[in-house]
């Protein structure tokens, strides 16, 4: 009778467990760190992936692959809508009208760099700087016109 007793007994199956979520996308963006110069010539480090330094600058992509010291790029200094990307040997650099981005700053090459940077923006006298600008206007016509009138 026991055996009835054991055959009585239901097996019950569990549901197999739901297949992981797939994300849309992967959270493994690499970051490197930034050394950001403002204006004032205050500086802090920042770890930043190229996502948000693409939102920040302005720059397409194609330009961060040019400060990647893993591939090598010719020196080149390129001036976009909202920055300008510099690479030169071992400066590797973002500028724009706010702030400076500076690649690897933990570099002991680029510290005699910063440290000049950091100084002549620190004695510049920034409320003048708009003030300086000289304005040419043109005239409403030029003189070689006149010949072809």
């Known amino acids: 009778m026991e055996d009835d007793d054991s055959s009585s007994k239901e097996l019950t199956l569990e549901p197999p467990p739901p297949p992981p979520q797939a994300s849309r996308r992967t959270t493994n963006v690499a970051s490197k760190s930034w050394l950001v110069i ?4 205050k500086s802090r480090i920042e770890e930043a992936g190229k996502h948000h330094i693409r939102r920040r600058t302005g720059i397409p992509g194609r330009d961060l ?8 790029y010719p020196s080149s200094v390129l001036g976009r809508e909202r920055a300008i990307v510099v690479n ?22 680029l510290s005699p760099f910063v440290s000049d940077l950091e100084h002549k923006l620190c004695n510049l006298d920034h409320s003048n700087m708009r003030s300086n ?3 040419y206007y043109l005239p409403s016509f030029f003189p070689f016109e006149e010949n072809f009138g």
Do not use: F, H, Y
């Open 65 to 72: 692959r040019i400060l990647d010291p893993a591939l090598s």
């Open 133 to 135: 600008v000289t304005v």
């Open 38 to 41: 403002s204006v004032s010539g």
């Open 88 to 109: 030169l040997e071992n400066i590797k650099a973002i500028v724009t009208a706010s702030e400076m981005l500076l690649l690897n700053p933990r570099d002991p090459s």
